[in-house]
């Protein structure tokens, strides 16, 4: 089945460390993106990617980073530069497109992030 | 200033009426595209319509419509006939085309509850 795989759902980070969220998907999507959910709140973008190899800022994006290697793969790693890292990632894909573009942006089931 | 604005928090409908959650939203970009997406308890962002800022006539996806009042920057996401599975957040989202490339920005969202 086509979709947008996030792994784990769970994730625990200890003081200082680096923790890195996957997202995979197999929709042939150029663009990626991650976001930010905190309790009660939308979704804030943190970084996207609208083709391999390259990737731009979102709103939030200090204390994270992001590369784009593979045209499946995003992956987000919250560094200890985040000092609040405890949210839902919620990763999505789509055409490239803006404005009047459709482009609906797909999205997977999400990682928690816990700190120990 | 907010480009989304969802004023209720939390809206409450009984099973199959018809329940209207508002959405208002602000940019000087005469290009842009409006969603809503539903996150049931599992976290997943689902897709639900979109409305192009010169579509003419408003988005309908079966149970749901948009109610788009381009003067007034509202689009509005209809419900008909509500089921107890329409109990999740809802967050409508705008892409604007000039300055915003393929990325959303979401609203803080609704919360509807449908009673039996």
């Known amino acids: 089945d086509g979709g947008i795989t996030q792994s784990p759902k769970y994730l625990f980070r200890k003081e200082g460390q680096n923790v890195t969220l996957s997202c995979e998907q197999n929709?042939?999507?150029?663009?990626m993106y991650w976001y930010r959910q905190d309790p009660g709140q939308g979704l804030r973008l943190i970084y996207y990617s609208q083709i391999v190899n390259d990737f731009q800022k979102g709103d939030i994006a200090e204390g994270y980073s992001v590369s784009r290697e593979k045209k499946e793969s995003f992956p987000l790693t919250v560094t200890s530069a985040q000092k609040n890292p405890t949210a839902f990632y919620l990763c999505?894909?789509?055409?490239?497109?803006?404005?009047?573009?459709?482009?609906?942006?797909?999205f997977g089931a999400g990682t928690r992030l816990s700190v120990l | 200033a907010q480009k989304i604005t969802q004023t209720q928090p939390g809206m409450f409908v009984q099973e199959k009426e018809a329940v209207t959650l508002d959405c208002t939203y602000d940019t000087s970009d005469p290009s842009y595209g409006l969603f809503w997406y539903k996150q049931p308890s599992s976290g997943e962002m689902i897709f639900l319509i979109y409305q192009g800022s010169y579509d003419q006539q408003n988005a309908t996806e079966g149970r749901y419509s948009l109610n788009f009042q381009k003067a007034r920057k509202s689009a509005n996401l209809v419900i008909s006939a509500s089921q107890l599975g329409d109990s999740a957040m809802y967050f409508c989202?705008?892409?604007?085309?000039?300055?915003?490339?393929?990325?959303?920005?979401f609203g803080e969202g609704t919360q509807l509850t449908v009673n039996p």
């Open positions: 929709l042939n999507h150029d663009a």
């Open positions: 999505a894909s789509s055409t490239p497109g803006a404005g009047l573009a459709k482009n609906i942006q797909y």
């Open positions: 989202a705008m892409r604007e085309g000039r300055t915003s490339g393929s990325r959303l920005t």
